[in-house]
Every structure is written in C-alpha cells, then in structure tokens.
C-alpha cells in the first residue's frame, strides 16, 4: 500500500470514480451490503441508488418491470431496502405474531425462473386483495393461462428410467417469488430458491417442481405451521426415442396451506404476509438446503399427522360398525324371541284345547 499524495493509504487512496466505477459495480449484493458495514466512507459510496437498480435488475430481471420500478421508488430507502427485504433467506425458527388487520389493497407479485443462472421466465402479476371473493376463497395465485404454454431452453435427455433428468432440475433451476406490498413499502421472497421436491407425474408424464416455505405463526402457547408452496410444471414436447424432450412451462402457481394441508383463505393469507414482512431477516450461507430440510421436516409430521388422523377415524368408525351390528344383533334377537313366544302361546292353547 503506497499512500497518496493527500496522505491517506489503502482504500481511502483509491479515486472515487474508480471505485464506483471499477470497483463497486463489479460487487453483487451481499458484498455490497457487506462493504458498506466497514466505515462511513465505503457507506455512502455503496448507498448510491443507481448500484442497487443494478443489483436488483440483475438478481431479478422481472424488476425492470415500471410498475415493479414505479412502487420501488415509493420505499424509503428505494431499491437499497428493496433488496434487504427480498434478498436474504426468511427465518423458519421462531413464531410469527400475527395482527388483527392488514392495510393491503393489492399484492404484487415478481417471479423469475432460472435454469444454470439464466432466465427462463419472467412475470409480475397483480393481485387485489380487498374484493370478498379473495378474501373468502382459498388462498391461490396463478402466472400462467390455463392453455398457455411458455416453451424454455430446457432440455432434458431422454432417460427417463434413470433420475439424471431430477438431479439435473434439482441443482440448476431456481426460483425467486418476490411478494411485494405497495401500501406498507415492504416486500419478501417467500421461495427456497432452490427445489425441495422435483417429481414426475405418472399418468401425463409432466414434471412437479416445489419450492416451499414454512411459517411458525400464532403466539408461545398456541402456534401452528403453514405453508406457502410454489409449483412450476413442465411438459416435455417433440419426444420420442433417442431424441432430447424440451421442456414447457405450463404452470406457475402460489397457494398457502396449513398443517393439515386445507387452504388458507385470502384473509389469513394476508395476515401472515403483512406478519413476515415486518420480520428481521438475515443472510444465511446454504439457505436452500435449510428450506429443503424444513419442508422434509414438515412433511414428515404432516404424514404422522394424517396417519394419526386415520387411526383415529379407523377406530371411530369400527366402533359404530360394531354398535350398529350389536344393535341389529339385538333387535334380531328380539325379534326371534317374539316370534318363538308367539308360536309357544298358539302351541299351548292348542294343547289346551
């Protein structure tokens, strides 16, 4: 380290438009966060607005679009917060108090797909959230048109026997779903980014991927878990043997669900997303293999929950059938005993007779 002619040494020596030119803009946006911790100087130089438009557009190209750009510039801290809110991984640990009410007219929601860190599909939709219709239907929002088909550079080979195909999706494609409340000002990804569950469909062969998210909501005595889950399908199109299957986007749907794997309504939905929102957060290193091995956690005391739930119903259910036999064991009796009665009394008045 040399220092300058004005005295100072290291990175107060560097020139002002090298570093934001050279320097910051070459930093993604943990580094940058990371960099800005280190003293007032390096702070105001990585608070400049235009690198942060930069990193968001470049962690999430569905943030270019101007409605998306239009609701952004409303946050106090502009795309700086905008990317603290939606960068880092949500907490799974700890419950979520949940408000009485929620001041959100609409939800909007910005979502990209990627495969091997390219986008494949990107879209931001919006939802209103203040029609009885939403807040009384199941919780459910969908990217996708029914017959619409969105064709990708996905391309699988043709082994479907093997699980080459779900190791491949599982380690290249990633999802972001970025939840984003304009009223409030705050916004949160509520993906794993990476798959917690890649499957195959057996009768129409198309491809389930899930990214899940787990929430511990309600108060220290009382809490249960719920679940908001993206699915993506795909479709393989042009397949036949020995010949790779392009795969087609012909789903993109977000629904919340409880524990006992009932839909969440609109209302309630809400009520937890305004809760997540307004959490501390922060980055984690291996944040997808933590989301995966919630859901696997989660999924397994649902399985156990069912399970328990069945015993149960099995047992009420032997219990009225054995009721009911007893009951017409019982009337059967009944009706023997009269009828031998009946023959008794005509037989002993014939001998009467």
């Known amino acids: 380290e040399q220092p300058s002619r004005s005295g100072s040494s290291g990175i107060n020596a560097v020139s002002s438009d090298v570093l934001r030119s050279n320097i910051l803009t070459r930093l993604d946006g943990a580094s ?24 968001c557009s470049a962690t999430w190209p569905s943030t270019l679009d101007t409605r998306v750009q239009s609701i952004i510039s ?18 799974h640990d700890g419950v979520i108090d ?32 203040v029609s009885g219709w939403f807040l009384c239907s199941p919780m459910r929002v969908d990217l996708v048109e029914p017959k619409e088909l969105i064709s990708t550079r996905v391309s699988l080979i043709n082994q479907w026997e093997d699980d080459t195909w779900k190791s491949d999706l599982e380690e290249n494609l990633s999802l972001s ?14 993906s794993t980014r990476k798959p ?8 129409t062969g198309e491809v389930h991927v899930k990214f899940s998210t787990i929430f511990v909501v ?16 795909l479709a393989a199109f042009k397949w036949r043997e020995e010949e790779t299957a392009v795969m087609q986007i012909r789903e993109v749907s977000l629904v919340a669900e409880d524990k006992d794997g009932k839909n969440l309504g609109g209302n309630g ?14 980055f984690r290193a291996g944040g997808e293999g933590g989301g995966k091995e919630k859901y696997l956690e989660f999924m397994e005391r649902k399985t156990a929950k069912a399970e328990m739930k069945w015993r149960r119903e099995k047992e009420t259910a032997m219990e009225t059938a054995a009721c009911w036999i007893a009951v017409l064991l019982l009337g059967f009796l009944l009706c023997f005993y009269l009828f031998i009665h009946k023959n008794m009394v005509a037989i002993m008045k014939r001998l009467i007779k």
């Open 218 to 233: 309600g108060n220290k005595k009382r809490s249960e878990q719920v679940e908001f889950t993206v699915t993506v399908v």
């Open 177 to 190: 779903w970025i939840l984003i409340d304009p009223t409030g000002k705050r916004a949160v990804d509520v």
């Open 32 to 55: 940058l966060a990371a960099l800005s911790c280190t003293c007032s100087n390096l702070n105001s130089f990585c608070s400049d607005e235009s690198l942060w438009i930069q990193q």
């Open 196 to 203: 917690v569950s890649v499957q195959r469909h057996w009768l």
């Open 74 to 91: 409303t946050f106090p801290a502009g795309h700086r917060q905008f990317f603290s809110d939606a960068f880092p991984f949500l907490e």
């Open 98 to 129: 949940l408000s009485p009410s929620v001041d959100m007219t609409e939800l909007i929601s910005a979502v990209d797909i990627f495969y091997k860190d390219k986008v494949i599909f990107s879209r931001v939709h919006v939802t209103e959230t």
């Open 269 to 282: 939905s809400l009520v937890i997303l305004a809760a997540a929102m307004g959490r501390k957060r922060r």
